[in-house]
Structures are given as C-alpha cells and as structure tokens.
C-alpha cells in the first residue's frame, strides 16, 4: 500500500475524542492509550469519572491532584472528585512547567477556559505534552481543543448541536450513518477522514499493557 | 489495492490492508488490526504508518536506551514519605536513647513535600517490584526491629542490676563510728 491511511498520533499531536455516554470513546481512548509512550514519558489519566476499564489497566500508579508530576515512565491515575475541578488548572501548570509528559483527560469540559489547559494544548507540541481529550458534549469543549487537535475521532452523538459542531471540524460527520462502536477518524494535518471500526475488547487492551509492560521489564 | 464495503460492525476485521468504503464513501478501516506488529508505542515523531510490516531485528522501543532502561520504574510520587520518616526516626530516638530524634508530623510532612519536589528533577530507577520489597522489610524491620530493641534493652538492663545481697544490710545509727 503506497499511501498510508491511519497515522497514529505522535508525542507532539493532541487527539480530542468525542461521543455520547456509551458510544465506545472510553475504550477507543483506552485503546490508544495502550499503545501511546508511556514507556518513555509518564502518562497522567485523570479518570474523573472512575472508569472501571481504566481502573483495570496494570501496573498504574495512583496520584493526588496536587502531587507533583512524576517524572519515571509509566501510566499515573488522577481521580479528582468535583469538588477538586477547580484545581485541576494547578496539575496543568505544574505539568506545563514540568514538559515531557502525556495527557488524559476523560471529561474535555471540566478544564474548559483554563489558562494553563490552553497553554499545555497550545505549547504542547514543543513542549512535548501530548493530550489525549475526551468529551460527551462536544459544544462544552474548549475551543482550543478544536484548534489544536491534530486528529479527531468522532463516535456517535446525540444532540444536533453537537453533531454540528463535530461537523464543523470533521467534514461530512452529519452525512454518515455510524454503526455500534465504529467512529469517524479525522486527521487534521493531511486532511483526511476515515471511519475506523471498534476498538479492541476490554482483555485485548489490557493484555497489551501488560505485554508492553513485561517488555519493558525484561529490558530493564 | 482492492476495496470493498466493510460490513463487520461487531468488531475488528483482520482484513486490513484492503479498506473498504461505507455508504457515504469513507474508507473504513480497523485501526487495531493495523496497529499489529508495533512494539513500545512507537509514535514519538516518527509519523510512521502503524499498518507498517515488522521488519528484522528487535522490535523497536525494546532496546535499552537510557529511556527504556528507566520504564517500569516507581515514583516518589505514590508513596506516603511522611509515615516512612516518623518510623525511621522515631526507632532511631528508640535506639540512642535521644528523644530529639523523633520527629514531629509537621516535621515529617515539611521534610516530606521538600523530598518530592527534589524527586522530580531525579527520576528513581527502580522498578515497582523493588519498590514493594523494600517497603515489607522496612515495614517487619519497624514492627519486629522496635520488638527486639525493646527486649534487648530489657535484658540488658536486668541483667546490670546487682544481685542483693542480705549480708549488705546493715542497720543505720548515728552512733555509729565512723569508717576510715
């Protein structure tokens, strides 16, 4: 194949992910994650919303929303509670100073008008701070996540303003009639659009953390 | 290469390498199934096609860079310091006997924060097992290690105490002459 169809996103490259409450974001997300460098960088998830897959994934280590950001390789688990949102610009800050560190946020809108989300989304690819935003509500989302994002994968939604702001970023969303799982996968910088079937299940993903996790370890 | 309309809406098609197309004309494609044969999340800059072929020698982000050599390792970051540093000082003011060796938990807490922000800027290469090992025989040395100190020292004391001797007893009168 002359011409390559799915780019994976590099450490300098934020994704925003995008769908209604059991559209199979989570697991996508969870799914790129798999494969993302955690092995070279540490990779923070904040996982407000204490999912249970990403509760499953092996070998994390949980951290507080005022801990600092650790610097060893490896997945790192936030939970804040609601009360904690506010804060959160503060891990942002700390993470934007700190460099070389990935990004998971698994409810986009939470930061949303936050100077230091805005600076690690702008300034994270010299910075090298990928993000990886995750969102139900598209019209909730900052609008830097829509102006920094170099890829976007779009499952199902539900509210037309929703699906019309999808549509302004990911052309010809609206046209297409998804099935179960499958999202719609835009790749701003080559402008091109596919639609990619379901992510793998629950134990495929989680079997590949452990096997890269094992792969490391025999390297150490 | 040959497309064809993907219909396998319940999970990912092996069939990868020919794309098909749905009804509005998007390639459809299984990302998962592409993806096989990477290795280390290989996508740092390299842009590279993850539908790519594995090609000879070791997968890449196996080798032991300075990188590689530092995954899997724990952070400072996860542990409680503070408790790890009251026990360590307050078994050392058990040992030597100076009560000035115990720490108080403001202390610890101070001492604590201070260790962490400098544990950033020098990443512990040490892998969670390591980690883990560590803190169980920390953990038997503060519940055994302070047992057996405890007892020692209660031995030893004991074993200092002179013996009493009844003929030592004498009664006391000022009337008594003076000795030497």
Redesign the interface.
Known sequence: ?GE?????????EHVAILGRNGSGKTQFAV?ML???????M?WIIINSKGDDLIDAIP?T???GVR????????I?VMRPKPIDYPTLDEFYQVAWK?KNVGIYADEGYVSTGFPWFRACLTQGRSRTIPMVVLGQRPVWLDRFVWSEASRFAAFDLNLRDDQKTADNMIP?YR???L????C??HDVKIDR?????????RA?ILRRFRE??R???K?? | ?SEHI?D??????DDT?T?GR???G???????A??SG??????????????SKRGRGR?R????TG????????????LDIKDILLNIHMMLSVWTGLPEMALEEAEAKRLETAI??V???????I??KHVDLSYLVYTIGTIYGTRAVAIYAAKRKSGSTPPVNPDNVVDFNFNMPNVG
Do not use: C
């Open positions: 194949m390559h169809l799915f780019r994976f996103p590099r450490d300098d799914w798999s494969e993302r460098s955690w092995d070279r540490p070998n280590t949980e951290i801990s600092s950001i650790p610097t060893s390789p490896g790192y700190r010809g046209e297409i009639n099935k179960p799982y499958h719609v996968w659009t596919l639609i990619l079937t379901p992510a793998p299940d495929s890269r996790a792969v490391q370890h390297a150490l | 290469m993907d396998n809406s319940s999970g990912p098609s390498d794309p749905d009804a509005s998007f390639i459809v494609i299984d990302p998962a592409r993806n990477r290795s280390g999340g290989d996508d740092s800059g390299t842009g590279n096609d993850t539908g997968p982000g196996t080798a032991q990188a590689s050599k530092a995954s899997d390792t724990a952070s400072l970051a996860g962490k922000k544990s950033r800027h020098y990443p512990v290469n892998s969670q």
